[in-house]
């Protein structure tokens, strides 16, 4: 079975130790807070997405992680390449600016039938013929911390889109699936994630699932909800190995010193 290698430091560290990895990444903002790692996401991406409204949310706090430089330098630095959605709730201040800035603001208020988020996916899948797609990896902040059924949304599309490459991230936390049609090497740097984690069967039950590395691991153990599911694990060594009969959302924490 072919493996499908994952390391998060490779994007939370400032200075990454990646090794012969490459990666391209866009990021999208959604309505939730903005992680204080944003600015590290934010110059690792060659893309930058604001879904509809959250670009008010961008124009706000971004200042705060720079309190001692000019506001308008700042803002001017953290433009986002697209601004797309309803269009309906951003300031029309904010909106004069970016588009002042040169982003690309997309109307789609015709489209009441996807998320936002699916929105900013599908641009990405389908209209940057200029990125970098065969090691393209989606970094998606304010995904994850408010409304549980936005939350549930936003896991959703990870199911949607399958053979894209995508991580929900928090200031706590971040998601992604780990698809059955590959055996997966987590790679663990522990200055910046853990110590905890979790393996969630969400779409389907698992009759099989080993894994090594953690503190609980399983050996070819059944997992389901109403049953057992891997909650509140702990990583425990530099690499984590997994191995599924389905698709599975790993979650691991985010240690304060990220960046």
Not at 51 to 78: K, T
């Amino acid at each position: 079975m072919e493996v499908m290698e994952h390391s998060s430091a490779d994007f939370l560290l400032s200075t990454p130790s990646g090794g012969s990895r490459q990666r391209s990444y866009a990021l999208i903002i959604l309505n939730y807070d903005v992680p204080r790692f944003t600015a590290v996401l934010w110059d690792r991406a060659q893309l930058r997405l604001c879904a509809d409204g959250r670009v008010n949310h961008l124009y706000d706090v971004i200042l705060s992680f720079f309190p001692e430089e000019d506001p308008l330098l700042v803002r001017q630095r953290y433009k986002p390449d697209v601004i797309k959605g309803d269009l309906d709730s951003i300031r029309p201040e904010v909106r004069e600016f970016y588009d002042n800035l040169g982003s690309t603001i997309l109307d789609e208020s015709y489209d009441q039938d996807t998320t936002d988020i699916h929105k900013c996916i599908a641009f990405i899948r389908d209209c940057t013929p200029d990125l970098e797609k065969s090691n393209l990896i989606l970094l998606i902040v304010g995904a994850l911390g408010g409304r549980f059924d936005h939350e549930l949304g936003n896991i959703n599309v990870l199911y949607t889109f399958p053979n894209i490459r995508i991580v929900l991230l928090s200031n706590h936390s971040l998601v992604y699936l780990l698809p059955k049609t590959h055996r997966h090497e987590i790679l663990i740097d522990h200055s910046v994630e853990g110590p905890h984690c979790g393996l969630v069967p969400v779409a389907a039950p698992s009759q099989s699932t080993t894994t090594s590395g953690l503190q609980w691991d399983l050996n070819e153990t059944p997992m389901s909800f109403g049953f057992l599911i891997s909650t509140s694990n702990i990583l425990r060594d530099e690499k984590v190995t997994v191995c599924s009969d389905v698709d599975l959302l790993w979650t691991s924490s985010i240690q304060n010193s990220a960046c």
